[in-house]
């Protein structure tokens, strides 16, 4: 009898599992690692988080663009560009995640569970800045740094651009890209080295940098960005050397060759 022809019950379940598991677009079940299943892994919670984050980045757009609620205080297109920052930032690392990269797609991708240390940091920033707002609403309107209307605002391109680079990455290496650091080499892996690649040895953790950097600029939190700052340094640096000595592993002296040409371009970070 043929091995493919289900021999008992418990056979056609598993068979129908594995059916449904394939044909269901909806499913968030990653193929190589475990989620940290805080979050439920389920396309409701998917769902669920995208809506909410859609809803605070739909509000921040509107403080920003319309420049703020006159009679609110703490109603600040600095606030709203913040807000639809960091909402912006988490639902596009799911959103890049399903589109180019399915394998790996789980309701983690949007890290939010990504520590509690950097929700500490945001929850800071945010009460750096209305501390500050509150007590001394002219240390936040130095408008060269993030206002819309001025010709150089600093840190509204710094956050988009740094942005834009992370997205394009991923995007570029596609099921090459991972938000855990790989310690072994699938059959699948390449060496991506062109493209905005050629310009950044890792400009997913780049696109980062300058995306934390130029929030903190647009809010104008002094403290709040030197703090950004060294911690992502040092963040970074640590996790390069980890993930540069699993890559010489994997691709050997390719990669050491494309180390020496190409810098991360993430400052004292060769």
Known sequence: MSSDVPQNFEDRLRRRDSTIRNTNTLETIPVNHQPHENIPNTPLAASTISFLL?????????????????????????????LAAWSG???????????WNRDKC?????????????????????????ITLYLKPSLKAYH??????????????????????????????STNF???VAL???????????????????????????????TQLVLQNPV?????????????????????RALVNFFGEEYENYRRRVSTNIPFIR
Do not use: C
């Open 89 to 99: 930032f988490h639902w596009g690392e799911f959103a890049v995640t399903a589109g």
């Open 144 to 173: 060269y740094i993030s206002a819309v209307a001025d010709a150089s605002p600093l840190g509204i391109i710094m956050a988009i651009v740094g942005q834009t680079l992370r997205a394009s990455a991923m995007i570029q290496a």
């Open 106 to 130: 789980s309701v983690d991708s949007f890290l939010l569970d990504n520590g509690a240390m950097y929700h500490v940091a945001n929850g800071t920033a945010l009460v750096e800045y209305l």
């Open 224 to 244: 709040s960005s030197i703090g950004f700052v060294l911690v992502l340094w040092r963040f970074f640096s640590r996790r390069i050397k980890v993930e540069e």
């Open 54 to 82: 859609g809803s605070i980045f739909s509000l921040g757009l509107t403080l920003f663009l319309t420049g703020g609620i006159s009679d609110r205080w703490w109603a600040t297109y600095q606030l709203g560009f913040f």
């Open 178 to 180: 991972s938000h855990i």
């Open 184 to 214: 072994r080499k699938l059959p699948s892996h390449r060496l991506v080295t062109d493209g905005v690649y050629s310009v950044f040895r890792h400009p997913s953790y780049a696109g980062f940098f300058y995306w934390a950097l130029g």
